[in-house]
């Protein structure tokens, strides 16, 4: 099975622009996570999609964004980008529903690489 | 609240030496605990995972972990080192979540190995 792949691999913005960012899961797979990684904050949660559903919110402010169409592909959208949003994006599919088996593993992509100028 | 604390932000081993990478966590109900490795320039690959069952838990590439609630760790260990294990390494956490849906991983900040020859 291919694993997850997340398009572009690597992005450069300008501050005050949006960006979308894509992610395909490993097939059969329903759940999408999203994860912010920066030198300074580490590895933080963004939010999870299951079968077109946001199940659950990490502490992000409202520029922040996510949908999942029906083939549960996702994508993630920051409007309005600040410096502080240069990151890794890392996004890791799940084949069960998270929020009720948390004990799943998640499988992660390569990531985007986002750097706001 | 869930949280995880890795000791050591770097380490460093000589190659055949023991590995010995220290997770502590808090959690409020029994944990899922889990271990990630991440190279350079990509994503997260899962090392092993902690949900019932054997405390001992043997991962990949020769990676284990151990489980122990009375000290609220899951150390990671391998028995001899190997120039191919340099890399970052992060220890992670979600917790059953009795009708919600917060099935989100904590991560720790992370502990990058070095492994000189």
């Known amino acids: 099975k291919a694993g997850v792949t997340q398009t572009p691999r690597y992005l450069i913005k300008t501050r005050g622009q949006q960006v979308t960012l894509s992610c395909s899961p490993i097939?059969?797979?329903?759940?999408v996570s999203w994860y912010q990684q920066t030198p300074g904050q580490g590895l933080q949660f963004l939010f999870e999609?299951?079968?077109?559903?946001?199940?659950n919110k990490g502490n992000f402010p409202g520029r922040f964004s996510g949908r999942q169409f029906s083939n549960s592909r996702s994508e993630m959208n920051v409007s309005t980008l600040e410096l502080g949003d240069s990151a890794l994006y890392l996004c890791?599919?799940?084949?069960?529903?998270?929020?009720?088996?948390?004990?799943?593993?998640?499988?992660f992509g390569p990531g985007t690489r986002l750097t706001v100028t | 609240a869930q949280s995880v604390t890795q000791l050591g932000s770097h380490v460093s081993v000589s190659e055949g030496a023991l590995v010995l990478l220290r997770c502590n966590y808090s959690?409020?109900?029994?944990?899922?605990l889990f271990w990630y490795v991440q190279y350079p320039n990509q994503g997260l690959q899962l090392l092993l995972k902690?949900?019932?069952?054997?405390?001992l838990v043997k991962g990949i590439n020769g990676f284990e972990a151990e489980f122990k609630k009375s000290e609220t760790s899951f150390h990671l260990t391998k028995p001899s080192a190997h120039m191919s294990d340099a890399a970052e390494y992060f220890c992670a956490v979600s917790e059953e979540n009795y009708g919600g849906s917060q099935g989100n991983l904590i991560f720790g900040k992370g502990t990058k190995l070095s492994v000189k020859p």
């Open positions: 999609y299951f079968s077109e559903t946001q199940r």
């Open positions: 959690s409020s109900v029994p944990p899922y």
């Open positions: 097939s059969g797979h329903r759940s």
């Open positions: 902690y949900t019932t069952g054997a405390t």
């Open positions: 890791a599919s799940s084949p069960r529903d998270r929020g009720r088996w948390p004990g799943h593993e998640q499988y």
